[in-house]
């Protein structure tokens, strides 16, 4: 059974940092796209990171480039993601998510079957 759980989320100030973790279990990391959407009230999900392509690099949305990281440690199976220069706009509940295959190029939260549960993250100013 495939399971995803996120910790790390929380209260942070503007400017300020948080690091998101992802533990992962029940499938193969080598063989799936994972990586982290985020949802605010009555918005759609918005995917936000990705470890999708196998062969390239790291997607980030235009809205947390250059301010938040992706990573994955095989060893530990768990994914990161380290967010800095936080904005209000940030706050939201951030999910990890998984799938099977490469997911280059793809955003749409339907695409990916696996979710965790979400984690809430809130910055003030």
């Known amino acids: 059974e495939v399971q995803l759980v996120e910790s790390g989320g929380g209260l942070a100030q503007t400017g300020g940092s948080l690091r998101l973790s992802c533990a992962a279990s029940g499938f193969n990391f080598d063989d799936y796209a994972i990586g982290w959407f985020r949802q605010v009230p009555g918005k759609e999900r918005e995917e936000i990171s990705c470890l999708c392509s196998f062969d390239g690099g790291p997607y980030y949305a235009d809205s947390v480039k250059g301010r938040f990281t992706i990573s994955k440690d095989n060893a530990k199976n768990t994914v990161s993601l380290q967010m800095n220069s936080l904005k209000s706009e940030d706050t939201a509940v951030y999910y990890c998510?998984?799938?099977?295959?490469?997911?280059?190029?793809?955003?749409?939260?339907?695409?990916?079957?696996?979710w965790g549960q979400g984690t809430q993250v809130t910055v003030s100013s």
């Open positions: 998510v998984a799938d099977l295959g490469s997911h280059f190029g793809v955003t749409v939260a339907a695409a990916f079957h696996f």
